[in-house]
T-cell receptor, first 116, second 113 residues
Framework: GAGVSQSPSNKVTEKGKDVELRCDPI?????LYWYRQSLGQGLEFLIYFQGNSAPDKSGLPSDRFSAERTGGSVSTLTIQRTQQEDSAVYLC??????????????FGPGTRLTVL | AQSVTQLDSHVSVSEGTPVLLRCNYS??????LFWYVQHPNKGLQLLLK????ATLVKGINGFEAEFKKSETSFHLTKPSAHMSDAAEYFCVVSGYSNYQLIWGAGTKLIIKP
């Protein structure tokens, strides 16, 4: 079956522009996660969805970042007025349920965002 | 608060020799621990996980890790390195909330022919 997919794979934008990153989780996975990976660092948690609800948005770095999930499936991460420090790889993961850390998170290939 | 420290940013070994990637964690309760691998231009993949069952955990591709509570360590080992093992490896600990994962900075494993 298909894994987690993300689009676009690469995005180059100019400072101040808005960008939208898309994540398609594995069918049937109710939990969805967004992470950010900067060069040479581990993953930074951004937000977690259980179904369409986001019980934890604590990792979003600023109010320029927002995310939504519709139909319990596709999720979009939006960054408004992008800054150069937003440049990173944005990773999406999904799992069967989010309330149990035993549930393996399956990762997409990521979107590499470059802000010029 | 939970945290994880990977003691080496880079590890270089010759093909056929043992691999040791070191990880120490800090947790105020019994954590779940994981190792993930990230090959170049590929997604992250779970290697193995510890969830309070056996302290010696076997994973894919011949890797294993031992949970040592007294040392707060969860080192990853493999008896004999293969060229295909070249990748970045992340040690991960479960956070305060069950869904939350705390990631180490990663160790890049280099395999010399």
């Amino acid at each position: 079956g298909a894994g987690v997919s993300q689009s676009p794979s690469n995005k180059v934008t100019e400072k101040g522009k808005d960008v939208e990153l898309r994540c398609d989780p594995i069918s049937g996975h109710t939990a969805l996660y967004w992470y950010r990976q900067s060069l040479g660092q581990g993953l930074e948690f951004l937000i977690y969805f259980q179904g369409n609800s986001a019980p934890d948005k604590s990792g979003l770095p600023s109010d320029r970042f927002s995310a939504e999930r519709t139909g319990g499936s596709v999720s979009t991460l939006t960054i408004q007025r992008t800054q150069q420090e937003d440049s990173a790889v944005y990773l999406c993961a999904s799992s069967l349920g989010g309330d149990n850390s035993y549930n393996e998170q399956f990762f997409g290939p990521g979107t590499r965002l470059t802000v010029l | 608060a939970q945290s994880v420290t990977q003691l080496d940013s880079h590890v270089s070994v010759s093909e056929g020799t043992p691999v040791l990637l070191r990880c120490n964690y800090s947790s105020s309760y019994s954590p779940s621990l994981f190792w993930y691998v990230q090959h170049p231009n590929k997604g992250l993949q779970l290697l193995l996980k510890y969830t309070s069952a056996a302290t010696l955990v076997k994973g894919i591709n011949g890797f294993e890790a031992e949970f040592k509570k007294s040392e707060t360590s969860f080192h990853l080992t493999k008896p004999s390195a293969h060229m295909s093992d070249a990748a970045e490896y992340f040690c991960v600990v479960s956070g305060y909330s069950n869904y939350q994962l705390i990631w180490g900075a990663g160790t890049k494993l280099i395999i010399k022919p």
